[in-house]
């Protein structure tokens, strides 16, 4: 059987906590419902018996403390809340116990912003991760050796899983039901709790809320006046020539400041404008793409599509309530 170690953090997300013990018990109980044996043992682990979460409205009771479990197989980080900087530190003594796990050839999954506690362990320098789209500023700013991948819902390499926003943390779970339970018990799984399988993008979700987290006051002046011009047509040469730096430096200072060169911003205030629109009127694709500055139509779905995974056409077909009962 295969150990599997759900980790009960201090500011954990409950929910993550109960999704992930349910579908590996749930998937030993498929497995016996069919004859087979189990796959999974599965134990809560924390630094203490009992653990309070949501602020102490809720108590989960461990099976195990961290100092007396000495090998696991898989080890599952539950998303956070909260002050994530806090959340972080309060939860250090998990780090290298972590380590050691892994080091011993383990793997480690993080579901959702878990992934602030898998990337302080230092284990995802260099390499990549997905999170929540909400928490990638913050994510970026504390962990600028981990190349955080926007809009992708599970990441994998050596060994180490992380998981997109929210309720995402689901497909990266069937993904590990898949792998060591088979093909047909994922599907199963998926079935039973209503789940999305092979699910990639978390794109479609994401709101564009512009990253002004920073100090250099030229380049905020240049967002808002994207953010405030969305209808018009703006050049980098335009922005750089209105606030009196050299183009290329413009350039630099820009993506240094807010993670996106000046044209990928944008592309991304005038899809999120677009987004709205779609979700909330009854506007049709070119209207809509003429009120947020494109005048191409083949330019536009391609880079709504590029944005949020969906056409323009799919996007409000999903998310306008009236297009739906249409």
């Known amino acids: 059987m295969k150990h599997v170690a759900i980790l009960i953090p201090n500011e954990a997300v409950l929910a993550s906590i ?5 579908i590996f018990t749930g998937a030993n109980d498929f497995l016996q419902s069919m004859g087979r044996q189990p796959v999974f ?12 979460v949501h602020g102490g409205m809720f108590s989960v009771h461990t099976d195990i403390l961290l ?9 599952i980080i539950p998303a956070i809340s909260g002050d994530l900087q806090n959340a972080v530190n309060v939860n250090r003594d998990f780090v290298p116990w972590i380590i050691n796990q892994y080091n011993n050839g383990a793997e480690i999954a993080s579901l959702c912003i878990g992934s602030f506690i898998l ?7 260099g390499k990549e991760c997905s999170s929540h789209w909400i928490t990638a500023d913050a994510f970026r700013n504390m962990f600028p050796e981990v ?3 926007d809009g992708r819902i599970v990441t994998e390499q050596q060994g180490l899983y992380s998981s997109g926003g929210a ?9 590990l039901i898949e792998k060591y339970a088979g093909r047909d018990i994922a599907i199963m799984a998926a079935k039973i709790y209503a789940l999305e399988i092979d699910r990639k993008s978390q794109s479609p979700f994401a709101m ?9 006051n030229p ?3 240049a967002q808002e006046y994207i953010e405030n011009n969305v209808t018009e047509k703006i050049s980098v040469e335009d922005l750089s020539s209105m606030y009196a730096i050299g183009r290329r430096h413009f350039e630099r200072r820009f993506k240094k400041a807010t993670n996106n060169t000046p044209v990928e911003y944008i592309q991304r205030v005038k899809i999120e404008a677009a987004k709205k629109q779609l979700e909330s009127t009854p506007k049709n694709i070119n209207e809509v793409m003429y009120d947020v500055g494109y005048t191409d139509a083949k330019a536009f779905r391609t880079v709504f599509k590029k944005i949020t995974g969906l056409s323009p056409i799919d996007y409000r077909n999903k998310y306008n309530k009236e297009a739906a009962v249409a």
């Open 147 to 149: 190349k955080l991948v």
């Open 208 to 216: 564009f809320t512009g990253q002004k987290k920073h100090e250099d």
């Open 219 to 221: 380049i905020k002046q």
């Open 67 to 75: 100092n007396e479990l000495q090998k696991s197989d898989m080890v």
């Open 18 to 22: 109960v999704d992930a013990r349910t």
């Open 167 to 175: 309720t995402s943390y689901w497909s990266l779970l069937l993904l």
């Open 41 to 52: 043992e599965v134990q809560m682990v924390g630094l203490s018996k009992e653990v309070k």
């Open 119 to 125: 990337a302080s362990t230092g284990l995802l320098n």
